[in-house]
């Protein structure tokens, strides 16, 4: 069906529409992070109630968020697993609240888990961002189903034993050819192409090379012919290689996100928009002075 005879209104009925609806001006959007958690590496116990999670996510968007991912589920290296109720009880009111508020808004929900990836579409979510890249075995069928989008990323073990083996023969290599064959399972259960988004899983089974390997990497990822989502945002890596606190990696995090910053269709995962916003509106400028 040809999109362009449709109302506005009409074209942003569906998470289909919402998600092809970034990608226009073809450059990279920017997702902001909210995580309903109590243990997140970053900010773990801040918006765990919802009304805080609401308010932040309204500040936000605020400030240019395209994309919010909500989480009830800290992924952090050690992380513990959370009950699928009690992450449902997390992120449902607050996808049901942002959905009320926004209708062009795309929200993402941060699970690996089918159930609430279910309820959460049916909640108004457009997007699962799945850390498994699909484990579970009612996962694709599911986000097929309600035509929304899903992120596949790598990631070795679980986020309790991620960190404990990270050595690759070719990090680049092995992450590109699983999240190819991850791609290709989600297209066949009847996920269209572009809505299926590709992560490499930065400080997911990584170590500091391998993330620096994977990031400077990014256009040849984006050749796989999906959307890509990259979140190097405060990651530990930064840390240690610059020495900087948890909140005080911004600059270390704008670095990272460098090598996709002429993609078309990328997004950045960030606990800080506002100057994300602005990092690309300068880096747009000089990419237009120099060509």
Not at 46 to 53: G, K
Not at 83 to 97: I, K, N
Not at 161 to 168: A, S, V
């Amino acid at each position: 069906m040809n999109l362009t005879h449709r109302s506005p209104a009409a074209v942003l009925k569906t998470p289909s529409h919402r998600l092809r609806a970034l990608w226009p001006q073809a450059r990279p959007v920017v997702m902001g992070i909210v995580n309903c958690t109590a243990d997140s590496f970053s900010d773990g116990g801040r918006y765990l109630d919802a009304e805080a999670a609401l308010a932040h996510a309204r500040r936000l968007v605020a400030e240019g968020a395209e994309i919010l991912d909500v989480g009830g589920e800290s992924t952090r290296p050690g992380a513990q697993p959370v009950p699928a109720g009690e992450e449902l009880e997390r992120v449902l009111p607050v996808v049901a609240a942002l959905r009320q508020e926004h209708t062009r808004l795309v929200i993402s929900v941060d699970t690996s888990k089918a159930e609430v990836a279910e309820a959460a579409l049916a909640a108004g979510a457009d997007l699962i961002n799945d850390v498994t890249a699909g484990a579970d075995p009612r996962m694709l069928p599911v986000v097929a189903g309600a035509r929304a989008g899903i992120v596949l990323m790598h990631m070795r073990g679980s986020p309790r034993t991620m960190q404990l083996d990270t050595g690759y023969q070719h990090v680049v290599a092995e992450v590109h050819e699983y999240l190819r064959l991850r791609a290709d399972a989600a297209c066949s259960a009847g996920i269209d192409p572009d809505l299926v988004w590709l992560d490499p899983g930065i400080g997911f089974g990584k170590d500091d090379a391998g993330n620096l390997a994977l990031l400077a990497a990014l256009p040849a990822l984006a050749t796989l012919g999906h959307p890509v989502l990259v979140g190097p945002s405060r990651k530990s890596f930064i840390g240690r290689l610059t020495g900087a606190p948890i909140n005080e990696r911004l600059p270390g995090t704008l670095a990272a996100l460098l090598p996709a910053c002429r993609l078309e269709h990328v997004a950045f995962r960030v606990h800080e928009v506002a100057p994300v916003i602005q990092f690309l509106s300068i880096a747009r400028h000089l990419v237009g002075a120099a060509a």
